[in-house]
C-alpha cells in the first residue's frame, strides 16, 4: 500500500465515479469519449474554431438537440427546453479553443494539427456540457437550459463576444467547469468568493537622453530608471496592498540599447498584474502608473504608461455557489467538495459572466493512480476521461436545482 492510501476513502470515491458513469448508456458513454478524442485531435486556436463548431453541432444533433445556433462567431448555443413554463433560464458553459502547444502525451488521439494542442482541457469542458446536455434531455431541469459552448477563452475575448450577442438573455444563473490535476477525479471545487485573478497587463517606457557609456553624466539614463522602477514595483504588493488578499506584480520583458558602451534614448518594461478582488485590482493598476511617473521624476526622465485590461477576478457568487455545492452533493456525496489550497492567480473570462448574473465556476479533478502529474499548459497534459462524466453529471444537476430553487 502506498504512503497515504486509505483503501475505504478511495473504494468510496470510486463508488461515486462510477456512479456517475452509470448515468450514461454505454452508447452514449462510447459517443462523449469519441467527442473528446475528436476535438483533442483536432485541436484549434482562439477565433480559429471552425472545426470544432462543426463537430459539436453534429454531436448535438445525434443527441437530438437540435434548437442549436451560431453565436460569437466560433461558438455556439444549444438549447434544452425546461419542464415548467416560466422557470428560471440556466447556462452551462464549456470553452472550446486549444493553445499553442506542442503535444507530448503519445495517446493514439494526441494532436494532428503541429504546434497546437488540448492543453488547458477544453476538450473536455466542451464536450462534459454535450454530456451535460444529455442527462437534461432523459431528465430535464424545471428551466431552459442553455449550453453555451465559447471560443477564445485563452486570449480572455469569448466571454464578452457571448454577452455582446445577446445568448445570455434572460438567464438566471450560469455554470462553469474547469479541469484541475490537482485533485482525483471524483472530487469538486465549488467555493463561493475569489476563484481566479484579474489578467492585466501593462507597457513602460521610460525616455531619457542617450549617450556615451563613458560620459554618463552627458545623459539622462532610461536604464537606471527602469531598474529603479522593476525593484519598486513589488512594494506594492509587499507594503500596498492587504497582506490577506493575493496579489502579483510581474515584470516580463525588459528591453534596452543594443551596445555595451552606449546609453540608449529609452528603456522599456511590460507585465502582468494580477489581483483577486476589484478594490485589489484598482490599487495595483493604479500603483503601477503613479510609480512609474514618480520614478521618472526622481530620475529625469518621461514615463509613457499603457494599461491594457484583462480580465476580471472571477468571484463566484454567494447563491449559485450554494446550488452548485447542492448539486455536487447530490451526485457525488458531500466527501466530494474540496477547497483550493492557495489561491489561484490565473486568468478566466467566465469572470465577465459572474459580474452580470448569478455564476458559480467549479473545479473537477482529473488526476488518478498511476498517471502523469503534469499540469495545464504543460506539452504532457493527459487528464481522466471519466472526470468526463462526473462533470457532466454535476453540472446537469446544478441546472436543474437552480432553475427549481426560484419562483415567481
Keep these: 500500500m502506498s504512503e497515504g492510501t486509505d483503501p475505504e476513502r478511495d473504494g468510496a470515491r470510486s463508488a461515486r465515479v462510477s456512479a456517475a458513469i452509470a448515468l450514461f448508456t454505454p452508447s452514449e458513454r462510447e459517443r462523449i469519449l469519441a467527442l473528446r478524442r475528436g476535438l483533442h485531435a483536432h485541436p484549434e486556436l482562439s477565433?480559429?474554431?471552425?472545426?470544432?463548431?462543426?463537430?459539436?453541432?453534429?454531436?448535438?444533433?445525434?443527441?437530438?438537440?437540435?434548437?442549436?445556433?451560431?453565436?460569437?462567431?466560433?461558438?455556439?448555443?444549444?438549447?434544452?427546453?425546461?419542464?415548467?413554463?416560466?422557470?428560471?433560464?440556466?447556462?452551462?458553459?464549456?470553452?472550446?479553443?486549444?493553445?499553442?502547444?506542442?503535444?507530448?502525451?503519445?495517446?493514439?488521439?494526441?494532436?494532428?494539427?503541429?504546434?497546437?494542442?488540448?492543453?488547458?482541457?477544453?476538450?473536455?469542458?466542451?464536450?462534459?456540457?454535450?454530456a451535460a446536455g444529455i442527462l437534461l434531455r432523459k431528465h430535464p431541469a424545471e428551466g431552459e437550459v442553455r449550453l453555451i459552448l465559447q471560443p477564445a477563452e485563452e486570449v480572455g475575448e469569448g466571454a464578452t463576444k457571448v454577452l455582446e450577442s445577446g445568448a445570455l438573455g434572460g438567464v438566471r444563473a450560469i455554470f462553469g467547469a474547469h479541469v484541475d490535476w490537482r485533485f482525483t477525479v471524483g472530487e469538486v471545487v465549488a467555493t463561493a468568493g475569489p476563484l481566479a485573478a484579474s489578467t492585466d497587463t501593462f507597457e513602460i517606457t521610460f525616455h531619457g537622453r542617450g549617450g556615451h557609456g563613458a560620459r554618463p553624466h552627458d545623459t539622462i539614463d532610461p536604464v537606471v530608471g527602469l531598474g529603479a522602477f522593476i525593484m519598486e514595483v513589488q512594494t506594492l504588493v509587499s507594503r500596498r496592498l492587504d497582506p490577506g488578499l493575493p496579489g502579483v506584480v510581474t515584470v516580463?520583458?525588459?528591453?534596452?540599447?543594443?551596445?555595451?558602451?552606449?546609453?540608449?534614448?529609452?528603456?522599456?518594461?511590460?507585465?502582468?498584474?494580477?489581483?483577486?478582488?476589484?478594490?485589489?485590482?484598482?490599487?495595483?493598476?493604479?500603483?503601477?502608473?503613479?510609480?512609474?511617473?514618480?520614478?521618472?521624476?526622481?530620475?529625469?526622465?518621461?514615463?509613457?504608461?499603457?494599461?491594457?485590461?484583462?480580465?476580471?477576478?472571477?468571484?463566484?457568487?454567494?447563491?449559485?455557489?450554494?446550488?452548485?455545492?447542492?448539486?455536487a452533493r447530490t451526485v457525488l456525496g458531500g466527501e466530494a467538495l474540496k477547497m483550493l489550497a492557495t489561491a489561484n492567480m490565473g486568468g478566466e473570462d467566465f469572470a465577465f459572466y459572474t459580474e452580470r448574473m448569478e455564476g458559480c465556476f467549479m473545479r473537477v479533478g482529473t488526476w488518478s493512480e498511476g498517471r502523469d502529474r503534469s499540469g495545464v499548459h504543460t506539452p504532457r497534459f493527459d487528464p481522466d476521461e471519466d472526470a468526463l462524466f462526473v462533470a457532466a453529471a454535476v453540472l446537469a444537476e446544478c441546472a436543474r436545482v437552480a432553475s427549481a430553487a426560484v419562483r415567481p
Excluded: K, Y
Excluded at 438537440?65 to 438549447?79: E, K, Q, S, Y
Excluded at 552606449?262 to 510609480?291: F, S, Y
Excluded at 511617473?293 to 457568487?317: K, Q
Design 252 to 327: 516580463g520583458v525588459v528591453q534596452a540599447g543594443i551596445a555595451s558602451n552606449v546609453i540608449p534614448e529609452r528603456a522599456r518594461c511590460a507585465g502582468t498584474i494580477r489581483a483577486t478582488t476589484p478594490e485589489a485590482r484598482t490599487l495595483l493598476c493604479d500603483g503601477v502608473r503613479t510609480l512609474a511617473d514618480g520614478v521618472a521624476a526622481t530620475h529625469g526622465l518621461r514615463a509613457e504608461v499603457t494599461l491594457s485590461e484583462g480580465t476580471p477576478p472571477l468571484v463566484n457568487t454567494v447563491q449559485a455557489s450554494a446550488w452548485a455545492q447542492t448539486a
Design 47 to 130: 477565433w480559429q474554431e471552425r472545426g470544432t463548431q462543426t463537430r459539436l453541432v453534429a454531436a448535438l444533433a445525434h443527441e437530438g438537440v437540435t434548437d442549436v445556433r451560431v453565436i460569437a462567431d466560433t461558438g455556439l448555443v444549444a438549447t434544452i427546453p425546461g419542464t415548467r413554463p416560466g422557470a428560471p433560464v440556466i447556462a452551462l458553459r464549456g470553452d472550446i479553443d486549444a493553445l499553442p502547444i506542442t503535444e507530448e502525451t503519445g495517446l493514439p488521439f494526441a494532436s494532428n494539427t503541429p504546434g497546437v494542442m488540448h492543453a488547458c482541457g477544453h476538450d473536455m469542458h466542451a464536450t462534459w456540457a454535450v
